[in-house]
């Protein structure tokens, strides 16, 4: 309880602060984060400078009480803006989340509602990005849970076996093991697949002398771990082998960067050069990392335009990979949490070359 009054009030100081007099939230993430609520796709908060109001349908009229005791509960009936007009009636502006409400729904409110309209960005995600502890202990629970499952699936995969039913295995696990749902649907690719950063498993089945991809992660207490690791199946090429220990190279030169003061472009720049050194920077086609907690691409972004700092009590991923049409891939990604004097690595599987 305390800790949700201390976002509140939080966001009640950011409010006033641009002379915001009631603030709708409508991403779901921001909804349980603000509320505790886990059914926010059918909801909205109200906040007035007095009141929070979890404005719902009857569905939900039970897991309210349970989830978000101290709110007030309002039930609109195919969410016509009734209740919120009511609410909203004597103030002069409402601010809300312009990048989760859609433009039909912005139209109708502002036919439905009196007060002036005004679209807004990160009220909540500024709070969101550094994680206190019960964050943090949810995330590196999620970790561990990716952890184990790739211990599993090591002794599991075989040739003969598809991307497909890997990644089957993969969400499987992560719910057997104890989280809630997979936080991303896996990528599982294999051999010339592997090519495809954001590859989609199919029914291509593993083969002797294959790479296999693999990155996921699930959603432990609405909080997620994300990791990727490439694995080899029976001979490692010496070709592979020595692009494998290229980009492990970057990835640990990535990790040992991170700490608290560093800006998330000189980070990103450090990785992209030692690949560059290694002759392989042309193959590197995505930034360094993300942010991640409740939402698998967060704030901060470790990426060549990203001005943030990195701030103690932020948890980012480091995840060079080079992708090479024809040939295949290979990424490495372990999520971390920024100290003030380094970081602390969540992800602890094998970074040593894999055979199965
Ligand atoms: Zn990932
Ligand atoms: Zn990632």
Redesign the pocket.
């Given at each position: 309880m305390f800790v949700i009054e201390n976002r509140i009030s939080e966001l009640r100081k950011r409010m006033s602060s641009l002379n915001v007099e009631t603030f709708l939230v409508s991403k779901p993430e921001n909804i349980r984060y603000l509320s505790g609520f886990t059914g926010g796709s059918d909801a909205k908060l109200l906040i007035t400078p007095q009141d929070k109001y979890i404005i719902s349908d009857s569905r939900y009229r039970e897991q309210i009480v349970r989830e978000s005791p101290g709110w007030c509960p309002v039930e609109e009936k195919n969410y016509d803006n009734s209740q919120l007009a009511l609410l909203t009636a004597n103030f002069s502006n409402m601010g809300f989340e312009s990048q989760s409400i859609s433009y039909d729904t912005f139209k109708l409110m502002e036919v439905d509602l009196k007060s002036q309209l005004l679209p807004l960005t990160d009220m909540v995600e500024k709070d969101r990005i550094i994680k206190d502890q019960d964050e943090l202990e949810f995330i590196k629970k999620a970790a561990q849970i990716g952890d184990n499952v790739f211990t599993d699936m090591i002794d599991q995969i075989k040739p003969g076996m598809s991307e497909k039913k890997i990644a089957n295995e993969i969400a499987y696990l992560l719910r057997e093991r104890g989280c809630e749902k997979e936080a991303f649907d896996s990528i599982v690719v294999a051999g010339e697949n592997a090519a495809l950063p954001h590859g989609k498993p199919g029914n291509r089945l593993i083969a002797d002398g294959d790479m296999i991809t693999m990155?996921f992660g699930g959603f432990y207490q609405g909080y997620l771990a994300?990791m990727?690791r490439t694995v080899a199946v029976g001979k490692v090429s010496t070709d592979l082998y020595d692009k494998y220990m290229a980009v492990l190279e970057a990835q640990e030169l990535g990790i040992s960067l991170v700490k608290a003061g560093i800006r998330c472009k000189d980070l990103d720049k450090a990785v992209r050069d030692r690949l560059k050194l290694l002759g392989l920077d042309d193959f590197f086609l995505h930034s360094t990392?993300?942010g991640v907690g409740l939402e698998?691409h967060e704030q901060p972004t470790v990426s060549a335009k990203s001005e943030a700092v990195l701030i103690s009590g932020m948890v980012v991923?480091i995840?060079p990979g080079i992708y090479i049409k024809g040939w295949g891939g290979i990424r490495i990604?372990d999520t971390v949490i920024v100290k003030d004097d380094g970081c602390e690595v969540l992800t602890r599987s094998d970074k040593a070359i894999l055979k199965i």
């Open positions: 990155d994300d990727t990392g993300h698998v991923t995840e990604e």
